[in-house]
Nanobody, 124 residues
Framework: QVHLVESGGGSAQTGGSLTLSCAIA????????MGWFRQAPGEEREGVAR???????MYADTVKGRFTISKDNTKNTLNLQMNSLKPEDTATYYC??????????????????WGQGSLVTVSS
């Protein structure tokens, strides 16, 4: 049975840091494209970062240079280190997985498995 469980969300002040983790069960992160998405109230869910089976990473322009995605193949976890947080980073963050077909999909509709979400709130 597949499970993705996020942890590590919470509150931070502008300029602060938080780390999100996603524990995965039911498949290996080695074989999937893994991604972080976020959804602010009243907004569409958007991609934040993704890492493919061979370790290629892509970031949204809004988080480039501030966020770092990583995965631990041994522990079967996905992480997102968030630094220099801004109020506009406030959102519910989701980890997600898509079958690895040689390239990570760019559309959230192509991600098959999703976590329940973890709320991140950044105050000014």
């Amino acid at each position: 049975q597949v499970h993705l469980v996020e942890s590590g969300g919470g509150s931070a002040q502008t300029g602060g840091s938080l780390t999100l983790s996603c524990a995965i069960a039911g498949f290996s992160v080695r074989s999937y494209c893994m991604g972080w998405f976020r959804q602010a109230p009243g907004e569409e869910r958007e991609g934040v970062a993704r890492i493919d089976s061979v370790g290629t990473i892509m970031y949204a322009d809004t988080v480039k240079g501030r966020f770092t995605i990583s995965k631990d193949n041994t522990k079967n976890t996905l992480n997102l280190q968030m630094n220099s947080l801004k109020p506009e980073d406030t959102a519910t963050y989701y980890c997600a997985a898509a079958p690895w077909l040689g390239i990570c999909p760019t559309s959230k509709g192509d991600f098959r498995y999703w976590g329940q979400g973890s709320l991140v709130t950044v105050s000014s």
